[in-house]
């Protein structure tokens, strides 16, 4: 089993910035993908991002796209993201995800299903 534990979440005004981590503990992988997803109260969890082990090759969602940047470190099994010009649009719980391995195709990395453990998540409230 990997435990995830998300970090740094908390409530600031728009155009602010704010840094998620995230702590992979228990098994360990020689290759794997970890990402961030969000929720917002009444809507489907969100892509947000996501990073492979192996490459480091980085994807992410359309919205956040040149203002949040995902990043990792294999020696310390964490994944970081660092959030700029948060917008009230950005309120959510978000959720660190973990799986093995890696994949192809680069729409796999935004599928929820595909990621096999999850963190409790952490709130991001960013008022207008």
């Known amino acids: 089993q990997v435990q995830l534990e998300e970090s740094g979440g908390g409530l600031l005004q728009a155009g602010g910035s704010l840094r998620l981590s995230c702590s992979a503990s228990?098994?360990?992988?020689?290759?794997?993908?970890m990402g961030w997803f969000r929720q917002a109260p009444g809507k489907e969890r969100e892509f947000v991002a996501a990073?492979?082990?192996?490459?480091?090759?980085?994807y992410y969602g359309d919205s956040v796209k040149g203002r949040f940047t995902i990043s990792g470190d294999n020696a310390k099994n964490t994944v970081s993201l660092q959030m700029n010009s948060l917008k009230p649009d950005d309120t959510a719980v978000y959720y660190c995800?973990?799986?093995?391995?890696?994949?192809?195709?680069?729409?796999?990395?935004?599928?929820?299903?595909?990621?096999?453990?999850w963190g409790q998540g952490t709130q991001v409230t960013v008022s207008s």
């Open positions: 995800a973990a799986a093995p391995g890696y994949w192809v195709f680069s729409a796999s990395y935004s599928q929820p299903r595909n990621y096999d453990y």
């Open positions: 228990g098994r360990t992988f020689s290759s794997y993908v």
């Open positions: 990073i492979r082990s192996s490459g480091g090759n980085t």
